[in-house]
């Protein structure tokens, strides 16, 4: 079994991620490394903050490790909420940061009577690898639906619905949703490297 450090103490991603890889990886968040630090997220790209993570904990821990970072892009909005996902309806009035029930009324509300409502999630995966920097990136095309519809999943799962079905992500199981994810194809050509390497 090989080990993985994922720079997150974000419990719903270490599980999807644990899930995605399966029995041949152990994932360890950064509780597992004794890190309990908030580690900052100021880059003004996806890749950028995945990054800033991935190096803190080389920086400060000496271990290889990956992180990631996800945004929503609505075509609606010009591409937002972007890297402002988790805390979009704290920046319009909605809420705290890291709010799923704010982050969701706020876009519903700046979406009501638009027509268009393309999306997509992307992930972008920065990994340090005996002290190189690797970028990989996964991304699923869909569209926000006009009501919160399922149960299952987490963040923005119960508005987004995925190209490759009408449901959204919160009505699908774990493995249905992880095998089109966004996340699911960034870790996918993650596996492909270290299978290489």
């Not at 821990?61 to 945004?71: H, K």
């Amino acid at each position: 079994m090989r080990q993985l450090i994922m720079a997150t103490n974000n419990e719903h991603k270490l599980r999807e991620i644990r899930e995605i890889l399966g029995a041949d990886y152990e994932v360890k968040g950064l509780a597992d490394i004794g890190c309990h630090e908030d580690i900052p997220e100021t880059a003004v790209t996806l890749e950028g903050n995945a990054l800033q993570k991935a190096r803190y904990v080389y920086e400060h821990y000496g271990l290889d490790c990956f992180a990631d970072d996800t945004g929503l892009e609505v075509d609606a909005l010009g591409g937002a909420p972007g890297i402002y996902t988790a805390r979009f309806g704290q920046l319009h009035g909605y809420g705290n940061s890291h709010d799923t029930t704010a982050n969701i009324r706020c876009l519903l509300d700046k979406l009501q009577g638009e027509q268009n409502r393309r999306a997509r999630f992307r992930t972008a995966i920065a990994l340090i690898h005996g002290g190189e920097e690797h970028l990989f990136e996964g991304i699923v095309e869909g569209t926000i639906v006009t009501a919160l519809r399922g149960t299952d999943g987490f963040g923005y799962d119960p508005i987004f619905a995925p190209v490759e079905s009408g449901l959204t992500f919160a009505e699908m199981g774990a493995a249905e949703k992880n095998h089109i994810s966004h996340r699911y194809r960034a870790t996918q050509k993650l596996v492909e490297f270290l299978t290489q390497s």
